[in-house]
């Protein structure tokens, strides 16, 4: 297999998670790939400094810095230890994208966290996930940081992220200028959503789509939920409508490859990133341009 | 425990699924509950003359029968096979809802079915399910029997039902009159939704509300995530606002548990019926009254 990689393939440093982030670096270039999207914790085992200075050296666009979020948690010191850490993760995404090639983009994906111990109130959950964009948008903007909150899929609502649908993060987003608070559209987050095109369809009206990652639904559920993505094309997702819905919306950004899965994880990184470049090439159709400058 | 059956209580069967019909009867009765949730299989079990004559002699009333629908394949022997089963299950209900005391409703549940094998193309699976109602409405209306669209949690969109949100079902519901096609509020499926209130209330004032059931949403979700639901105050549904919306809504019919999980199936039916009725009368707040007769 020799495909080329498309010119908008970023890969999520979760599709190759136990790899070194040098090692994610390398696999990518060797690959062809233009683009990475960071996960903190690699970022942490080398240091914010060190990983700037490989980013930078690499070459390759930062498309996003994944993630920052889970504040659904009262006003107590919970709350202010996760809003602190939210803070050095505005930090963190925009050293790492002034390191990154040009069109490198300052996005922070935010995952809202589920309810908090033994609470079933979803409404005030959602009322501080509110809160903590109000609280965190100053310095965001300040550092040319733009938060992006992922919907995640209904399924994680409980146990992970209040906001369930791509209308719900647009509501959430709009008391706000959306160079500072954007959306993700994930597919296999938002696959199922009736209201997707036109949610998308909103958000690029908005200019509020901070980021497209692709990753197929798999069934049935793995055991473990969080693992249950797959590689496009082993799934029942189809790719062509939603990209070219995120295409007309006017996002000419990267698009990340993000699969969790215990078994993409086991293969060796390079095999996997080859996979992926072969699978976005079938099944992604987004179109052919390279990244506008940001 | 001697806590008295809600009024409003129904017992669905497969809260109690290794019963038999006349064991559910016992049950049910010796609980003080007064309404019964059928399902096909073990109606089938006894064929369907033999289960009316033991619901007519069990003084409960039928709150819904479960289930039809699973017409998401496209034309051909599968699909004829499909609908024509959906004829049966129409005559299933009137008949057994016939059979019933007063306030018996003849509600026929219909899960959509998922994706056709091998396919990804969600907005045809859609619009086929759109199809099925239009050809079994006048046959469900000459038998005095309301289709009654559940919407299944979204995890459930790629294997089991395409119809993921109350509001989707709702738009379903649009071309048909209310009495012959509702739609199903059940409480596992539509609890994270963002736009649950709205969509019940919208559903209340087009008098669309075919049936409420409850269960909760335990974490992690079960390996068989079909088996993921719990009873009412294990998991992390608010039964409150919810019930407060249903009855808000003009809802004033049988409230059904419905109870996947094989912890609960396991269980000797009568311990389950009793763990019921307690946990429906401590979290679940619906109006104190007798159905109003159907």
């Known amino acids: 297999m020799n495909t080329a990689a498309h010119p908008r393939l970023s890969l999520n440093q979760a599709t190759v998670k136990h790899a070194t982030l040098s090692e994610v670096i390398t696999v990518a270039r060797s690959a ?20 700037a200075r490989m980013v930078s ?21 919970a709350r202010r230890a996760a809003m602190d850490d939210n803070r050095r993760a505005i930090e963190e ?9 040009p069109g490198s983009r300052a996005v922070l994906v935010l995952v809202a966290g589920g309810l908090p111990d033994d609470s079933t109130d979803l409404a005030s959950a959602r009322g501080r996930v509110a809160d903590a964009l109000d609280e965190l948008v100053a310095e965001a903007s300040a550092a040319g940081v733009q938060l992006a909150i992922e919907p995640l899929h209904p399924m ?10 791509l209308g719900q993060a647009l509501d959430l987003s709009q008391p706000f200028d959306p160079a500072t608070v954007g959306v993700v559209v994930d597919s296999f987050h938002v696959w199922w959503d009736p209201e997707l095109f036109d949610a998308v369809a909103r958000a690029g009206h908005q200019h509020r789509i901070a980021s497209y990652q692709v990753s197929d639904w798999l069934t049935p559920i793995a055991a473990d939920a969080l693992l249950s993505r797959g590689v496009m094309g082993d799934g029942h997702i189809d790719f062509g409508p939603l990209s070219a819905a995120v295409d007309a919306a006017g996002y000419t950004g990267d698009v990340e490859v993000e699969v969790f899965n215990q078994d993409v994880w086991d293969a060796p990184a390079a095999a996997t990133v080859a996979r992926v470049v072969d699978a976005f090439a079938e099944h992604v159709p987004v179109a052919d341009v390279r990244p506008v400058l940001g």
Do not use: N
Not at 58 to 68: D, E, K, N, P
Not at 156 to 165: H, M
């Open 93 to 101: 995404t925009a050293t790492l994208a002034q390191a990154g090639a």
């Open 156 to 165: 994680y609502a409980a146990d992970r992220a209040v906001v369930s649908t």
């Open 32 to 51: 062809g790939i233009g683009a990475l999207g960071t996960w903190r914790e690699p970022v942490h085992d080398v240091g914010l400094d060190e990983a």
């Open 57 to 77: 050296g690499s070459g390759l666009r930062i498309s996003s810095h994944c993630r920052g979020g889970f504040f659904t948690a009262p006003e107590g010191s």
